[in-house]
């Protein structure tokens, strides 16, 4: 983030503060409890926010090196990632071109070749088909047009996304136009520099925006978060702005006001801040002094259930066993927090829309990051979204 773009936000943080306001959204907004329970809802989000759009799978760290590699099949399209001997990423559909099988599985490095395990039909990292074992069985094939599936990737600040519909392939992603003025900021942050720690997945019985809601309001951390991290911060205060359907909000520790005082270069905002980004659709980045927490959701089989990715990235790889146990520490409390605070509370949310108790739930103008996530939502799929 620029500095001048800190010491603006600080200006409007310490003013909300003083009057004991927040970020305001212009009007409530109140939404179907059917968005988080509907099948019809839950197909359309797969089909359009989990297919056409490119979604972030990976920091660039991740895959340094040629033959450094990952599948991520979360969005449902199989996705494997590679880094060629050029340098460059490729993408594809991880379906091998003879009878579907899954050619790679996990994450690695030292990838020279994509060998399927089924019955050995070999690609390159550019996905040609170069090998097939008993090729007098095959030898009407058109090997070139039996290469793996590519998928759309683009790789830009450190980080890397793919678009899942493999029938789009040939439609280059313009992240810069995607992320709606967000790029310089996220240049800035030198993610290419962050190492990753891990990653744990978690798959709370809710539905996948239930598990998104929950980072985007600071109201709720005074009473929820009392015994964990609600102490830290102050309830019910953000700074909000949109980026088209990208959103930054930034919240503040308490400790946040002691660098009123303090000249310019010397107040350090980022100690006393969160800065959170919701990277449209199923993404939030929270940007924290030392680290950085990605946190990606998805929908599950139904309605009710999520699958979510938290990835701990940190400024370097730990270099002693106290440095990775401070990092684990730090991952737990993420974990703790959100796990078994948020997500256990959701559980009951979810269980409460099915009850039939309402039709709508309602979010505040003091939620306004909720509101732009839920308004963004509804322009993408084409709904109103609003009542
Ligand atoms: S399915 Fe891959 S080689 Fe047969």
């Given at each position: 983030m620029r500095p001048e773009t800190r010491s603006e936000l600080a200006q409007r943080l310490f003013h909300y503060l003083d009057t004991g306001t927040t970020a305001m959204a212009g009007a409530m907004f109140q939404n179907p409890v059917a968005a988080y329970t509907s099948d019809e809802r839950l197909a359309l989000e797969k089909r359009i926010l989990f297919r056409d759009y490119p979604l972030l799978v990976a920091f660039s760290s991740?895959?340094?090196r040629a033959g450094d590699y990952l599948t991520d099949d979360d969005s449902g399209t199989p996705i494997l990632v590679v880094r060629t001997g050029s340098g460059r990423l490729n993408a594809f559909a991880n379906v091998c071109r003879h009878r579907g099988a899954r050619v790679v599985e996990g994450c690695g490095a030292g990838k020279w070749a994509l060998g399927c395990p089924y019955h050995g039909w070999t690609y390159d990292l550019d996905g040609a088909l170069i090998d097939v074992p008993g090729e007098a069985g095959f030898a009407d094939l058109p090997r070139e047009q039996h290469g793996l599936r590519r998928l759309a990737v683009v790789e830009r600040y450190g980080l890397v996304w793919v678009r899942p519909d493999p029938t789009a392939a040939a439609t280059a992603i313009d992240i810069?136009?995607?992320l709606g003025g967000l790029a310089a900021e996220l240049e800035s942050f030198g993610f290419e520099r962050y190492h990753h720690f891990e990653t744990r997945t978690l798959r709370p019985r809710i539905n996948w925006k239930v598990a998104v809601d929950t980072f985007l309001e600071a109201y709720h951390l005074p009473a929820l978060h009392a015994r964990s991290v609600g102490p830290i911060f102050v309830g019910n205060l953000c700074a909000a702005d949109a980026f088209g359907h990208h959103h930054r909000m930034i919240a503040v520790r308490r400790s946040f006001a002691e660098v009123r005082d303090r000249r310019e270069a010397e107040r350090d905002f980022l100690r006393h801040t969160i800065e959170l980004y919701t990277l449209?659709?199923?993404?939030?980045?929270?940007?924290?002094?030392?680290?950085?927490e990605v946190w990606r959701m998805f929908p599950g089989d139904t309605p009710d259930s999520a699958t979510v990715r938290l990835s701990l990235y940190v400024p370097e790889a730990p270099a002693t066993e106290k440095a990775r146990?401070?990092?684990?520490a730090n991952m737990q409390l993420a974990i703790d927090a959100v796990d078994v605070e948020d997500f256990r509370l959701g559980e009951g949310i979810q269980r409460g829309f099915r009850s039939g108790a309402q039709d709508h739930v309602t979010y505040g103008r003091n939620e306004p990051a909720l509101i732009h996530f839920h308004r963004s939502l509804g322009r993408a799929l084409g709904l109103d979204g609003a009542r």
């Open positions: 991740q895959l340094a810069d136009v995607q449209f659709p199923n993404t939030v980045f929270i940007h924290q002094a030392d680290h950085v146990q401070h990092w684990a």
